[in-house]
T-cell receptor
Framework: GAGVSQSPSNKVTEKGKDVELRCDPI?????LYWYRQSLGQGLEFLIY????????KSGLPSDRFSAERTGGSVSTLTIQRTQQEDSAVYLC??????????FGPGTRLTVT | AQSVAQPEDQVNVAEGNPLTVKCTYS??????LFWYVQYPNRGLQFLLK??????LVKGSYGFEAEFNKSQTSFHLKKPSALVSDSALYFC???????????FGKGNQVVVIP
């Protein structure tokens, strides 16, 4: 079946601009996660959704970062006023309850 | 807090030889342990997991891992490495009741033909 999909695959933006990253989880998966992968920090947890609510958003690095999930499916991660340190690969994952997480291919964000 | 250590940066192994990638973990309760593999410019692919039961778990592509509670380890193994196994391997852990995964820094595996 279809896996987790993310768009865009690559995004180049100027410092100070806002960006939106999209994630389509595996159909029927109730849980959705965002992680960030960068050379200096490795893989970091950002936020977790159960249905449309986010019981754990403790990994968001600043108030410039926000995320929402609608219809228990698609999620959008928004970064406002992007900074160069936001450059990273943003990975989305989904799972059925607390079972193993399946990851999408990621969005590579470059802030110039 | 939950954490994972993968002590080696790179593991080099000759094709056909056994492959071992080391992982130790720290959690406050019972661990849920995972191994993922990442190929260049790709997302993470799930290999195997330990939740409960037998300490030796088998996963995809001939990989297995052994859970050792006393040593808090979950080493990944493959009896005979292939060149196509060259990739970045991540160990991850989460506490029961906690949904976020904590990842190790990753190990680059290089299988030499």
């Amino acid at each position: 079946g279809a896996g987790v999909s993310q768009s865009p695959s690559n995004k180049v933006t100027e410092k100070g601009k806002d960006v939106e990253l999209r994630c389509d989880p595996i159909s029927g998966h109730t849980a959705l996660y965002w992680y960030r992968q960068s050379l200096g920090q490795g893989l970091e947890f950002l936020i977790y959704f159960q249905g449309n609510s986010a019981p754990d958003k403790s990994g968001l690095p600043s108030d410039r970062f926000s995320a929402e999930r609608t219809g228990g499916s698609v999620s959008t991660l928004t970064i406002q006023r992007t900074q160069q340190e936001d450059s990273a690969v943003y990975l989305c994952a989904s799972s059925l309850g607390q079972r193993e997480q399946y990851f999408g291919p990621g969005t590579r964000l470059t802030v110039t | 807090a939950q954490s994972v250590a993968q002590p080696e940066d790179q593991v080099n192994v000759a094709e056909g030889n056994p492959l071992t990638v080391k992982c130790t973990y720290s959690v406050s309760g019972n661990p849920y342990l995972f191994w993922y593999v990442q190929y260049p410019n790709r997302g993470l692919q799930f290999l195997l997991k330990y939740i409960t039961g037998d300490n030796l778990v088998k996963g995809s592509y001939g990989f297995e891992a052994e859970f050792n509670k006393s040593q808090t380890s979950f080493h990944l193994k493959k009896p005979s490495a292939l060149v196509s196994d060259s990739a970045l391997y991540f160990c991850a852990v989460r506490d029961y009741g906690n949904n976020r995964l904590a990842f190790g820094k990753g190990n680059q595996v290089v299988v030499i033909p």
